[in-house]
């Protein structure tokens, strides 16, 4: 079965610092994997995803994310962090396996605060 | 049209009421859900309807009771719920399901049960 485990709940950078976000899965089939991020009182905003292709993925507001089979993590970084970037921040993996729900299996969250 | 709307974006509700929760997207997915949110928590899938039909149900009690009129609405009745049901719903849709090529979630509505 898949799952995701977000390393840390809460990380604290300064505006312009690199922002830094770890996932590591658990996957029996290749994973689809996604960042998502939500805003107070709102809905969760697709960052971006990885589906087999380039492991390198872009996303929108300057993140990417590498997969990584071998250490089995997709990170989310960006280069300059904003103050509009603080935030949560999901990693969730698509359920592949047998029966192929498509059923979304989230981490618990990291919340990014941004410092001015 | 990209988007998922849910209405209305704020419910406060008393245990015997009935209402209802809408979605509607406009993208042509043919898959759709009820996810439920706590605070500080991730979403928890309730629901899933694949073409109209329902798919999965993750043992929701039955005073949560979901409903796809049609390939572009999805609503999710409540009856007789429980303060512990405070909650943000959302809706989301996909291409298919199974794809993964990601959801589109709508902006939620917040559930007050008092």
């Known amino acids: 079965a898949q799952s995701v485990t977000q390393l840390g709940s809460h990380v604290s950078v300064s505006e312009g610092a690199l922002v830094l976000l770890r996932c590591n899965y658990s996957s029996s089939v290749p994973p689809y994997l996604f960042w998502y991020v939500q805003y107070p009182n709102q809905g969760l905003q697709l960052l971006l995803k990885?589906?087999?292709?380039?492991?390198l993925v872009k996303g929108i507001n300057g993140f990417e994310a590498e997969f990584k089979k071998s250490e089995t993590s997709f990170h989310l970084t960006k280069p300059s962090a904003h103050m509009s970037d603080a935030a949560e921040y999901f990693c969730a993996v698509s359920d592949q396996g047998s029966g192929n729900t498509g059923k979304l299996i989230f981490g618990q969250g990291t919340t990014l605060q941004v410092k001015p | 049209d990209t988007e998922v709307t849910q209405t209305p974006k704020h419910l406060v509700m008393g245990m015997t009421n009935k209402k209802s929760l809408k979605c509607e997207q406009h993208?042509?997915?043919?898959?759709m859900y009820w996810y439920k949110q706590k605070a500080k928590k991730p979403p928890e899938l309730m629901f899933v309807y694949s073409y109209e039909k329902l798919s999965i149900n993750e043992s929701v009690p039955s005073r949560f009771s979901p409903e796809c009129p049609n390939s572009s609405l999805l609503n999710l009745h409540l009856h007789a719920l429980q303060p512990e049901d405070s909650a943000l719903y959302l809706c989301a849709s996909s291409q298919d399901q199974g794809r993964g090529t990601g959801y589109t979630f709508g902006s939620g509505t917040r559930l007050t049960v008092v």
């Open positions: 990885y589906t087999s292709a380039a492991t």
């Open positions: 993208m042509g997915h043919r898959a």
